[in-house]
């Protein structure tokens, strides 16, 4: 059974601030990574999806990186800002037998302090 | 597109009633996920469609919980009896094939 992992579980840094969040993954037999945001009683905004063949994905500040054979994904957030802080996850689709489904792992809880 | 639309945005319900979520996922999409989400659990699977078709519920957690899809535009979950356990934020989400996800705002549901 897939396992996902984030760590840390909270993080807070000054305004800009370079960060890296972590999620490893038990199972390397994925079909894609996803990294997403959730605002406090909101639901989830995909944020950067990666490709098993893929190494890395970059929108705007953000830089998503995928080594699949050790389990793990960072996401790499430049130059920090206040509206950066929410709750992040990151969330992997096996590569068979599980069409497009996903497993969560429990997210890092960011906030960017003025 | 306005987007995956989840209704109610919150249900608050006593212990033994009947609960029905509803979805309207993204026109075009040809999936369409149920998840719950709990501070002990995180986000939870529960059921997805693939062209309106139920294609792995395994994590639906017990008979009390179903899901239907009628047609492309429409989802219905449905809990029946409700308990205090299956309190929670149920997300419906869509996709386009394997396409990134769409998630909907979600219904935080309070069973008392």
């Known amino acids: 059974k897939q396992e996902v992992t984030q760590i840390p579980a909270a993080l807070s840094v000054p305004e800009g601030e370079n960060l890296v969040l972590n999620c490893s993954f038990t199972?390397?037999?994925?079909?894609?990574l996803q990294w997403f945001r959730q605002d406090p009683g909101k639901g989830l905004t995909s944020l950067l999806l990666?490709?098993?063949?893929?190494r890395e994905q970059t929108s705007g500040r953000l830089n998503a990186s995928l080594d699949k054979s050790s389990g793990r994904s960072t996401l790499y957030i430049a130059a920090s800002q206040p509206g950066d802080s929410a709750t992040y996850l990151c969330?992997?689709?096996?590569?068979?037998?599980?069409?497009?489904?996903?497993?969560f792992g429990t997210g890092t809880q960011l906030k960017v302090e003025l | 597109d306005a987007g995956v639309i989840q209704s109610p945005r919150h249900e608050v319900t006593e212990m033994g009633q009947e609960v029905t979520l509803r979805c309207k996922p993204i026109?075009?999409?040809?999936?369409l996920f149920w998840y719950r989400q709990t501070m002990m659990r995180g986000l939870e699977l529960l059921i997805y469609?693939?062209?309106?078709?139920?294609?792995?519920d395994s994590g639906m957690p017990e008979d009390r919980f179903s899901a239907k899809m009628p047609n492309a535009s429409f989802s219905t979950l449905k809990i029946q009896p409700s308990e205090p356990r299956d309190s929670a934020v149920y997300f419906c989400?869509?996709?386009?094939?394997?396409?990134?996800?769409?998630f909907g705002s979600g219904t935080r549901l309070t069973v008392v």
């Open positions: 469609f693939n062209n309106n078709v139920p294609i792995d």
């Open positions: 026109s075009g999409h040809d999936y």
């Open positions: 990666i490709q098993s063949s893929q």
């Open positions: 199972d390397s037999a994925i079909y894609n």
């Open positions: 969330a992997v689709s096996p590569l068979t037998g599980g069409g497009n489904k996903l497993t």
């Open positions: 989400a869509s996709s386009e094939s394997s396409y990134g996800y769409t």
